[in-house]
């Protein structure tokens, strides 16, 4: 996942269709087998490096044909809120003009799209991390769940502050982009 998280290697000899592709591969493959949570969370570095190249009508469409539409909406609710809680006074220009770009585009496709969570509320809940089969675990992750996990009915220990790790972790705010 070289789109912003640093710890994997990008291979720069891609065409830039190719690169575009890769881009969306590696969004749709890490949210659809989401057995880690480091990389679900380093998808917010990826969305801000590369939100100008991301096509989000396209991966929207997919994850609803995969009945996923929940979890990908999930994953743009919690990077817009990480960004939100970011402190920007501290930040350089570049990175502060960085995360209001990706808010912006953000806000604006879920405008688009405008479901809201209480909407889609009906069906199962969508388990999304490793090891979350017996009704215990199930039960503790309810309560221990985000308020936007609860409100998208996505099962999962990960929550808004671990994206916020993510951008910190990352250095994308901190270096040139």
Known sequence: MPYGADHLVETRALLPSERLEQLETVIREVLLDAGSSRWVTALAPVLVCNIDHVNLQKLHAQFRDYGLHNRFLWLLDNVS???????????PRKQRVALQRTLSALETFRAWVNPRPWETSEGPEDTLGPGILSPETRNELRAESSDLSKSWR?????????FKNALRESHVLSKPL
């Open 81 to 91: 809120q990480a960004i939100r809680e970011t402190p920007e006074e501290t930040l």
């Open 154 to 162: 996505i099962l999962t220990p990960i929550q808004v502050e671990d």
